[in-house]
């Protein structure tokens, strides 16, 4: 007899927040931005450039950003410190409605540049299903530090994340070359943008995006949808405007 499995579907959203400053940097804007994550109510909150406990001095009040961000609306978060200066540390976040059953933050950074990191957790969906496995990215600037953290990245899903595990991979690429897609078909990912209109979103500046630098893939799902969000008021904070998607991890059978 044939299993019969339920489907389920997940909404994911990734943004680079900017250590809750505006795109000019002049204003600390994290209440708004929790407000209008909140509003896309999703299940996985993919961050970068987030700041942790030490963070900036407008952010004493709040704490955490991330602890911030999912307070009472996402039972469980990860967070991976990737730079501390002046007693301020920055890294990537995971907020999840799913219980996070394992978290561990990757060192991508080379030597002579800006730290770097891939955040990586395995979430606990049910007992019949497969763990979620999600990875939140921020690459460097130069393409050659590029290539070497997405092999980096093709190596870590190849021997970490199993093979009939549903893994999505989101955040910041800064590819705006765009030779992502090449570097990571290896590890079988596919970016949600480019399968669903030929080619990325773009992302940066928010204001007026041109670059298209921020990303969504996956690999092991059975469908996965990009979602629309408004200009306004994601424009006015961050310098990256945000992506979402609509992921269905199961076919029903």
């Known amino acids: 007899m044939r299993e019969t499995r339920i489907s389920r579907t997940i909404r994911v959203l990734t943004v680079n927040i900017h250590k809750g400053y505006n795109a000019f940097n ?23 450039e987030v700041s942790g406990a030490s963070g900036p001095a407008h952010a004493s009040s709040v ?7 999912a307070d009472q609306i996402w039972s469980d978060h990860a967070y991976g410190r990737n730079a501390v200066a002046q007693g301020k540390d920055h890294g990537n976040a995971v907020l999840s409605r799913f219980p996070v059953r394992h978290s561990h933050n990757h060192d991508m950074s080379i030597k002579g540049s800006e730290p770097r990191g891939m955040l990586h957790c395995a979430l606990t969906l ?14 460097g600037l130069s393409e050659s530090h590029r290539a070497r953290q997405m092999a980096s990245l093709c190596e870590m ?3 970490e994340v199993p093979a009939d595990s549903p893994l999505v991979v989101a955040g910041d690429f800064n590819d705006w070359r765009s030779r992502a897609d090449a570097a990571l078909a290896p590890a079988g990912l596919r970016e949600v943008f480019r399968g669903a209109f030929g080619h990325h979103a773009r992302t940066f500046p928010a204001r007026w995006p041109w670059l298209r630098l921020d990303r969504i893939y996956t690999r092991g799902v059975a469908a996965a949808r990009p979602l629309p969000l408004p200009h306004s008021p994601w424009a006015h904070l961050s310098d990256h405007a ?6 269905d991890l199961l076919e029903a059978t």
Request: charged share 25%; proline share 4%; aromatic share 8%.
């Open 26 to 48: 002049n204003r600390f804007v994290l209440h708004e931005l929790r407000d209008a994550v909140r509003a896309e109510q999703s299940d996985l909150v993919f961050l970068q």
């Open 63 to 69: 704490g955490a950003q991330y602890e911030f961000l």
């Open 242 to 247: 945000p992506l979402a998607a609509e992921i």
């Open 157 to 159: 899903v190849q021997s």
């Open 126 to 139: 049910d007992e019949h299903e497969p763990e979620l496995h999600v990875i939140c990215v921020h690459l």
